[in-house]
Nanobody, 127 residues
């Protein structure tokens, strides 16, 4: 499966961006999908995850209430709506797929749980 993230850019603090992750080569419908980010000099960190139905989500404390993850299995896409952006949200954002079918675990915030990764899209938030 190939994942293609898009939608990044430069935005002022308080602004919004919507990231999209498009999958090809395999349907994403049975799989948990996640978003992670990595800022320069920092480790990759969890942002959000969504179950295969879209009914269950998980967010890091740093983005809870500001970001919303969603999916459209018919279009084979996952989105991350980012509102009230802060300079500390600046990072490369990656979408990822967990290849274990229909599994929602307490570990979906861990990068090691994901098997496929997109190439990343840069988000820069200016103050």
């Amino acid at each position: 499966v190939q994942l293609q993230a898009s939608g990044g850019g430069l935005v002022q603090a308080g602004g919004s961006l919507r990231l999209s992750c498009s999958a090809s080569g395999r349907t994403i419908s049975p799989y948990v999908m996640g978003w992670f980010r990595q800022a320069p000099g920092k480790e990759r960190e969890f942002v959000a995850a969504i179950s295969w139905t879209g009914r269950v989500t998980n967010y890091s404390d740093s983005v809870k209430g500001r970001f919303t993850i969603s999916r459209d299995n018919a279009k084979n896409t996952v989105a991350l709506q980012m509102n009230s952006l802060k300079p500390e949200d600046t990072a490369v954002y990656y979408c990822a797929l967990d290849l274990d079918r229909f599994r929602w675990s307490g570990r979906n915030h861990l990068a090691d749980e994901y098997d496929f990764w997109g190439q990343g899209t840069q988000v820069t938030v200016s103050s």
